[in-house]
DNA sequence: ATGAAAGCGCTAACAG
DNA sequence: CTGTTAGCGCTTTCAT
C-alpha cells in the first residue's frame, strides 16, 4: 500500500507538507506541490480513509436512513438516494446506507462509532421514534420530511399543506363543488405520517373556504380495494365530480374501473393526483399531478447538511413550492349529475 | 468522547485487555470479563471506527453499487438493497451506497482509500465497464448478475435461461404453438444486460424444441408504446395464444389493451410474465409469473462475500432456480383462432 | 491469563 | 513556505 510517507519520501518533502497540499490548508511553492501532485499520480496514492478520520476526526461520510416500509413507493425512495449520493459525492463524502430495521440504536450506533459526519433521514413520522436519537446525537441531521414537532431540527419537506390547496383551488375554479379524495394507504395513515396529516389539512381547509365538500377515505393498492372504495364513495357522495388521488398506487387501478364503469375523464369525473410525478405522468391516462420533488429535497437536505457541517446555516425548516402539471384530467365540472 | 483506554482504567485492566475481550481473539478469566462488561456500557463505551479500520485493515463495510438506469424496476432495487443491508447488518456490516454516476473509478477510490472490505455489484452488463475495476481492486466482489465471462468472479444471479425454458414450457403443454414475446424495453436490452439476452435464449431454445413459433419485441414502458407494440405483433402473427411479459412496466398497460380490444384472458389469450412477482401478483388480473427472488439474491451475495471475507469459499457462480406462480392467466391454447 | 509497547496512516500545532 | 513532533483510538505481537 502507498502512503503518504511515501509520497512525501519521493518527493523530498516532510510527510506534513503532502498532507497540506492535499487539504490546501496553507500555502505551498508551486514547485513543490507540482512534484508532490506528480508523485502522487505516479504512485497511485490514496489516502487511507480510516486514518484520516482518526486524525481528523472527520470521516467525509453521510449516513442516510431510509426505511422500506409497506405502502411507501418504491421509486420516490431511489430517487431521494440517487439525489442524496450524487449530491454527496459532489461535495466529496460518500454515503452510508441504513435502513429501517435496526430504528433508533442504529443512529446512536453509527454515531457513537463515528461511521458518519451526519444523517439524513427519511419517512418521518409525525412522532418519530428516531427523533430522540437524533437530538441526542454528537453530529447534525436533516430530516426529509417533517414531525409534529421540529424544534432544534432541520428539515425539508413538500408543503404538503399548500399542495392540498393548491388542489382545491384549481378544481373549485373549475367549478367542482363535491370533491372525494382516495387517500394514502391505511397503513400509513395509521403511522401518523405528516404528509398525509398535512395534506388533508390543506384539502379540507381550501374545501372550507371554497364552500365546497370534500370526502376523504384511506385506501389500499390494488386493483379490487380501488374498485370498492370508488363505489363507497359514488354511494356516500354520488354528487362527486372530482376525485383527488393520494396513492400511487391507486392510480393506475383507478383509471382501470372509471373505464369500466363508462366514466369519461375528465368529462364526468375530474382526476388530480398529489403523488409521485412519474406516476401520474405514466399513466394509461396522464393525469394532472402535483408531484413529490423527491431529487430536489434529497439535493437540498445535503447541501443544508454539508452547510451545517461548515459551520454556516442553523437548523430550521425549508417548505418546498408545490407545482401544478397540468396533463388534461381535469375541466368543468359536469352541470347535471355523471353518467351511470 | 468514550475510548477504550478509559474502560480499561475503569476496569483496572491494560488496554489490549479490554480489546481482546471485544473480540475474543483469546481467553479471558469470568472475573476481569465481566468487569469489563460493566464498564463498557457504563460508560456508553462505542469502539471509533476509523481508529479500528487503520489498526486492523478491515472496515466492517460492504459497498454496494446500484446504478439507477433507465428502464430499471425500482422496487426490485430497493428489495435488493435492504435484503443487502439486513444481511451484512446480520453480520456485523455496514453498507456503503455507490450509485452508477461515478462508474468504475467509484470502485478504484473505495478501494484505494479503504473505505470497504469488499464489493457488491448490480445490474451487470455483458460487458461491463467495472468488471476490470473490481478485477484489479485488493478486495472480493460479488456481482448480481452475469457478465458474459465470469472467470475470476463471483455471481449470483436467477437463472433466466432455464426461466425462458421453463415459461415455454408451461405454455406448450397447455397448446400454444405460437408465442409472442413484450421484451425489456429497447433501452435495457441495447445495454446488453445479460438477463434479457439469457431469457431470449431459454425461450427460444425450448420454443424450437416444442416446436412453437416464439416472435420477440423489445417493448417500451408505457400505455402507448403497449399498445402500438400488441397491434403489430397480433398483425406479424394472428395465429399468437400467448404472451410472455418481460417487463414490469408493461404488465399494466397490456391488461388495459386486451380489455379494450375484449380479448379474454386466459380464454382467448394465455399470460405469462417473468419480472418482479409484486407487479405480475397485483396487477389488476393477477398474472402467472416467474418472480426475480431479489431479496434471495441479496441475501446470497452478502453471505458469499463474508464466506469469502473469512477465507472460506472461493469465486464462483451461483444461479437461482426459477419458480413458476400459478396465478390463473394462462390456459389451455383456444383451438379457433382469438376472438376478435 | 494479562500487561506493555509498537505501530496503523494521517492531521495539526508548533517551530523555524 | 516547510520540517518536526505528537498524538488520534485501536489491534497485535511479544513478554511475563
Given at each position: 500500500m502507498v502512503t503518504l510517507a511515501d509520497v512525501a519520501r519521493h518527493a523530498g518533502v516532510a510527510a506534513g507538507t503532502v498532507s497540506h497540499v492535499l487539504s490546501g490548508k496553507r500555502s505551498t511553492s508551486a514547485a513543490t506541490r507540482e512534484r508532490i501532485q506528480h508523485g502522487i499520480e505516479q504512485l497511485g496514492y490514496r489516502p487511507h480513509a480510516g486514518a484520516r478520520a482518526l486524525a481528523?476526526?472527520?470521516?467525509?461520510?453521510?449516513?442516510?436512513?431510509?426505511?422500506?416500509?409497506?405502502?411507501?413507493?418504491?421509486?420516490?425512495?431511489?430517487?431521494?438516494?440517487?439525489?442524496?449520493?450524487?449530491?454527496?459525492?459532489?461535495?466529496?463524502?460518500?454515503?452510508?446506507?441504513?435502513?429501517?430495521?435496526?430504528?433508533?440504536?442504529?443512529?446512536?450506533?453509527?454515531?457513537?462509532?463515528?461511521?458518519?459526519?451526519?444523517?439524513?433521514?427519511?419517512d418521518v413520522g409525525l412522532d418519530d421514534p428516531r427523533l430522540p436519537s437524533l437530538k441526542a446525537a454528537e453530529r447534525p441531521s436533516v430530516l426529509i420530511g417533517r414531525p409534529a414537532d421540529t424544534s432544534g431540527l432541520s428539515c425539508v419537506d413538500l408543503d404538503f399543506e399548500a399542495a392540498g390547496a393548491r388542489c382545491v383551488d384549481h378544481l373549485a375554479a373549475l367549478g367542482h363543488r363535491q370533491i372525494a379524495v382516495l387517500g394514502e394507504p391505511p397503513a400509513v395513515c395509521a403511522r401518523g405520517t405528516g404528509s398525509a396529516e398535512r395534506t388533508l389539512r390543506g384539502l379540507r381547509t381550501a374545501a372550507a373556504a371554497h364552500g365546497a365538500g370534500l370526502l376523504h377515505r384511506p385506501t389500499a393498492a390494488g386493483h379490487a380495494a380501488v374498485a370498492a372504495m370508488l363505489t363507497r364513495v359514488f354511494e356516500e357522495r354520488p354528487a362527486t365530480t372530482a376525485l383527488v388521488v393520494r396513492n400511487e398506487a391507486a392510480v393506475e387501478p383507478l383509471l382501470t374501473v372509471l373505464r369500466r364503469d363508462?366514466?369519461?375523464?375528465?368529462?364526468?369525473?375530474?382526476?388530480?393526483?398529489?403523488?409521485?410525478?412519474?406516476?401520474?405522468?405514466?399513466?394509461?391516462?396522464?393525469?394532472?399531478?402535483?408531484?413529490?420533488?423527491?431529487?430536489?429535497?434529497?439535493?437540498?437536505?445535503?447541501?443544508?447538511?454539508v452547510a451545517q457541517l461548515g459551520g454556516q446555516e442553523p437548523p430550521g425548516t425549508v417548505l418546498l413550492a408545490p407545482e401544478v402539471d397540468d396533463r388534461g384530467s381535469t375541466g368543468p365540472a359536469p352541470t347535471a349529475a355523471p353518467a351511470r
Open positions: 481528523s476526526s472527520r470521516t467525509d461520510v453521510l449516513a442516510l436512513m431510509m426505511p422500506l416500509r409497506t405502502g411507501i413507493h418504491a421509486p420516490v425512495l431511489m430517487e431521494i438516494a440517487t439525489a442524496v449520493t450524487t449530491t454527496a459525492r459532489a461535495h466529496g463524502y460518500d454515503v452510508l446506507l441504513l435502513t429501517g430495521e435496526e430504528g433508533p440504536e442504529a443512529i446512536r450506533r453509527v454515531d457513537g462509532s463515528a461511521l458518519a459526519d451526519a444523517f439524513i433521514v427519511t363508462g366514466r369519461a375523464v375528465p368529462e364526468d369525473v375530474s382526476l388530480f393526483a398529489v403523488c409521485a410525478g412519474q406516476s401520474a405522468a405514466q399513466a394509461s391516462a396522464p393525469l394532472t399531478s402535483i408531484g413529490v420533488p423527491a431529487q430536489e429535497m434529497g439535493r437540498r437536505a445535503v447541501e443544508r447538511l
